[in-house]
């Protein structure tokens, strides 16, 4: 989790300092959870101060400290607050689960719902099957950004872009490598931009977790833009390049049906 590319014309330092711990227990999560220490080193604030934050909100159940008083994680408050979110964007449909979760069963595999927010992408569900084709399943985290080069569902918002958009785009992003395959010139992205345009699908090839492959298909709204992208997330190998058109039709097809719903 990070900052958006908004930048406050009037910020609050009290609030900013809050959240930035939130955000540092978000990237620095673990069952275990954090020390007092642990939160005040790691973002090179006094513990006097980081525990006053903590106390406050400790208060709105945005936090939680283990048994022993000595452990904080994020608590069920931060989830309570965000869970409704994908609902305004009416990505929350009743319809929508149904067809992706039938989706995800079909292949044994994870099925991922996304979003652009920016210059990034953002998964906001996932559907697990309820028997998978291997013990190995491919797992993306929700709410985690990406750069939309990196992801077939980012891929997808960058197709309908002009050339020069994406290549802004692009060339404004500070970290363009996750990964050892991600693309590492504009002119390579513009040449997968104009396949996904060609095939109306968009692959991830180990860009964005060097373990994960993935195949992405549209969602689109009445205005025939795409608003969200679905994708299945595989361990690297499982999928040969002869089944990949025939994953991505089947996938099509699911996403034709959630777009009737919205008016496509």
Aim: overall charge negative; charged content about 25%.
């Amino acid at each position: 989790m990070q900052k958006s590319n908004y930048r406050a014309k009037y910020p609050v330092q009290t609030v900013e300092r809050a959240i930035d711990i939130l955000i540092y227990l978000k990237n620095n999560a673990s069952s275990e959870g954090l020390t007092l220490n642990q939160i005040s080193d790691g973002m090179g604030i006094g513990k006097t101060t980081i525990h006053r934050f903590l106390d406050t909100l400790l208060e709105y159940d945005l936090i939680e400290k283990s048994d022993n008083n000595t452990i904080y994680r994020l608590g069920w408050g931060a989830y309570e607050l965000g869970s409704d979110v994908p609902k305004y964007n009416g990505m929350d449909s009743d319809k929508f689960s149904s067809h992706l979760k039938t989706l995800s069963n079909h292949f044994g595999e994870i099925i991922n719902l996304g979003i652009k927010q920016g210059t990034s992408m953002i998964i906001i569900r996932r559907f697990f099957p309820d028997v998978s084709n291997s013990k190995l399943i491919a797992n993306v985290n929700i709410g985690e950004r990406e750069p939309l080069h990196c992801t077939g569902i980012g891929k997808l918002f960058l197709s309908e872009m002009s050339d020069s958009e994406i290549t802004d785009i692009y060339n404004a992003e500070q970290h363009k490598q996750l990964t050892e395959y991600s693309i590492e010139s504009a002119e390579v992205l513009m040449e997968q931009i104009n396949k996904v345009r060609r095939l109306g699908y968009a692959i991830d090839d180990r860009e964005s977790s060097v373990d994960v492959f993935c195949v992405a298909v549209p969602i689109r709204d009445y205005t025939r833009k795409t608003i969200a992208g679905i994708s299945i997330s595989v361990p690297f190998g499982r999928l040969t390049e002869e089944e990949i058109p025939q994953v991505a039709a089947k996938m099509q097809e699911a996403a034709l049906s959630i777009s009737k719903t919205l008016g496509y």
